[in-house]
Nanobody, 124 residues
Framework: VQLQASGGGLVQAGGSVRLSCAAS????????WGWFRQAPGEEREFVAA????????YYADSVKGRFTISRDNAKSTVYLQMNSLKPEDTAVYSC??????????????????WGPGTQVTVSS
């Protein structure tokens, strides 16, 4: 199984970036998808997730209203649209997918497969 994220880069505060994460190597039917981020010197934190069942979405309070997670099941691809970016959004963003239970959807433990991450840098 391979997950490959793309779309990161350098953007000015207030700008937008769209991340993509394409998965391959198996069928991902039933899998939830998540985005996490890790800034230098910080622990990995939950950003957003989308459930396989019903496409229900979850967001960290810090990104709610600014970020949108979506998916294309046919392409085994998940997206993260990030708007109104702030310097504190600077981090390496990683996508993940897994069969974790609902109570773990905001936790790294709820995911089985991870991508290598893509850097997003927001300048002030």
């Amino acid at each position: 199984v391979q997950l490959q994220a793309s779309g990161g880069g350098l953007v000015q505060a207030g700008g937008s970036v769209r991340l993509s994460c394409a998965a391959s190597g198996r069928t991902f039917s039933g899998y939830n998808w998540g985005w996490f981020r890790q800034a230098p010197g910080e622990e990995r934190e939950f950003v957003a997730a989308i459930r396989w069942s019903g496409g229900i979405t979850y967001y960290a309070d810090s990104v709610k209203g600014r970020f949108t997670i979506s998916r294309d099941n046919a392409k085994s691809t998940v997206y993260l649209q990030m708007n109104s970016l702030k310097p504190e959004d600077t981090a390496v963003y990683s996508c993940a997918t897994g069969l974790g239970v609902l109570t773990s959807i905001r936790s790294p433990s709820g995911y089985n497969y991870w991508g290598p991450g893509t850097q997003v840098t927001v300048s002030s």
